[in-house]
């Protein structure tokens, strides 16, 4: 079945450093791609999506690229802030109504000022 | 627009009692998806309702079923309660398809003692 491989940390950072969270995934079709943010006592957030090989995700500083080669969708950020710590979760989901999401374990990351 | 919303936000329970969780969609969304989150397990999909009728479901035994309503609103129930039990339970509303965004609830905390 499809799955989805993320580096579970913790990650921790100082403020303004580079950030960057590994994502590969598992699927039998053509999925689109999505990073989803929690913070503490709350639900997810999208933060971004890229539904085609190539195609890069963009919001708040955050950027991914879905490469259909290396079937990776790498979350990067030039540079963090404390407010970006939260858990981060990769996830797909399936060209096809009855698939749903398949989400990663998560990344917790940490910034320190 | 109003957002997703969760009913109750925090619940305790004894081991072999039955819960009722509840989660209104946003407005227009006829898809609904319900997940467990654990700190062992991670974000685990149990099952979505479309349109009043489960369209997938994940790999939960029997003593969580869910319904949807005519308006959409979903439940979740959970019976026979186990210890293994606790978690957070998020509930997701999108429009209709794979591809359009899911937007998260806070979540129910469930504690089962």
């Known amino acids: 079945g499809d799955s989805v491989t993320q580096m579970e940390g913790p990650v921790t950072l100082s403020e303004e450093a580079f950030l960057t969270i590994n994502c590969t995934y598992t699927a039998t079709g053509y999925p689109s791609l999505f990073w989803y943010v929690q913070y503490p006592g709350e639900g997810l957030q999208l933060l971004l999506k890229?539904?085609?090989?190539?195609d890069k995700g963009s919001n708040k500083g955050f950027e991914a690229t879905y490469r259909k080669e290396t079937t990776s969708f790498h979350l990067e950020k030039g540079s963090v802030q404390v407010s970006d710590s939260a858990v981060y979760f990769c996830?797909?989901?399936?060209?096809?109504?009855?698939?749903?999401?398949?989400f990663g374990p998560g990344t917790r990351l940490s910034v320190l000022p | 627009k109003a957002g997703v919303t969760q009913t109750p936000r925090y619940l305790i329970k004894t081991r072999g009692q039955q819960v009722t969780l509840s989660c209104s969609p946003i407005s227009g969304h006829r898809s609904v998806s319900w997940y467990q989150q654990t700190p062992g397990q991670g974000l685990q999909f149990l099952f979505e309702?479309?349109?009043?009728?489960?369209?997938n479901k994940g790999n939960f035994p029997g003593r969580f079923s869910g319904r949807q309503f005519s308006n959409s609103r979903s439940e979740m129930n959970v019976s026979t309660l186990e210890l293994g039990d606790s978690a957070l339970y998020l509930c997701a509303s999108r429009r209709t398809g794979a591809l359009d965004e899911q937007f998260f609830g806070p979540g129910t905390r469930l504690t089962v003692l």
């Open positions: 890229a539904t085609k090989a190539d």
């Open positions: 996830a797909l989901s399936e060209r096809n109504y009855g698939q749903n999401f398949v």
């Open positions: 309702y479309f349109s009043e009728t489960q369209r």
